[in-house]
């Protein structure tokens, strides 16, 4: 049986990480024509203890997102968060919208029209403007959440008849793909949505965010227009469950 790293040695890999991490992000930014401070890089905390999040915190990430909503509530006391700001990147069920509103600064993964509008109620009980995503499921996977693209001008109409709620873009995951060319045809296809549906002008619609990348494809999506990466692994290793 494989022997765990002692917590001292996984707080220095992190350390290590985070550092080849915005490098690389940097790096591709400006090959993407873009500077580094237009490329943000998140830090996904799932399963990750808030020693090694707060260690990522340290080191100039100033990011996260979190896939329960349970989760992020029970670390949320534990981690460093002045100046953080908070994202809820996972699958959020409508009967949890009550306790996440008001909690994170954006919900990125909005993908049906019944939890956009729960979410409004919810931030109009609370007095507040709930920035989110709208999640794209432009690999037409059934797996997988999300609008499909096709839908997405109906999507946005109704949207822009709620209140208390602020589209700022587009997420998304793509399927698998073995090759390079095949991940980049896919962000390069969300990207090409982004800038059709970002010039149009509805209530409420105020998009600058694109959200696609992860641990293993980040490159190629900064490549292909991404504004905010989401990664997990190459910062803190594979996820240990519990």
């Known amino acids: 049986m494989e022997k765990l790293l002692s917590t001292s040695r996984r707080i220095e890999i992190v350390k290590e990480n985070c550092k080849i991490i915005q490098e690389r992000v940097a790096e591709t930014a400006i090959k993407s024509g873009r500077a580094p401070e237009d490329v943000r890089l998140m830090a996904v905390t799932k399963t990750v203890e808030p020693v090694l999040i707060n260690t990522a915190l340290e080191q100039g990430i100033d990011l996260i997102g979190e896939n329960r ?77 999300g609008f499909a693209k096709e839908n997405l001008d109906e999507v946005l109409a109704q949207i822009a008849q709620l209140e208390n709620i602020e589209v700022r873009g587009l997420m998304c995951i793509p399927p698998i793909c073995e090759k390079k060319e095949e991940i980049r045809a896919f962000f390069s296809q969300m990207h090409q949505i982004y800038i059709d549906f970002s010039s149009k002008i509805f209530n409420n619609i105020n998009m600058n965010v694109l959200s696609m990348g992860m641990s293993g494809d980040f490159e190629e999506a900064i490549l292909e227009g991404s504004s905010l990466v989401r990664v997990g692994s190459a910062i803190f290793g594979e996820r240990i469950y519990r």
């Open 69 to 145: 909503v349970q989760e992020f509530l029970s670390k949320e006391p534990d981690l460093h968060l002045e100046g953080v700001e908070k994202h809820l990147i996972g699958h959020l069920q409508k009967n949890k919208v009550r306790q996440i509103v008001g909690k994170v600064d954006m919900i990125e993964s909005v993908d049906s029209i019944e939890l956009a509008a729960e979410i409004a109620k919810r931030s109009a009980m609370q007095a507040i403007t709930t920035p989110v995503l709208l999640e794209v499921n432009i690999g037409e996977e059934e797996s997988k959440f």
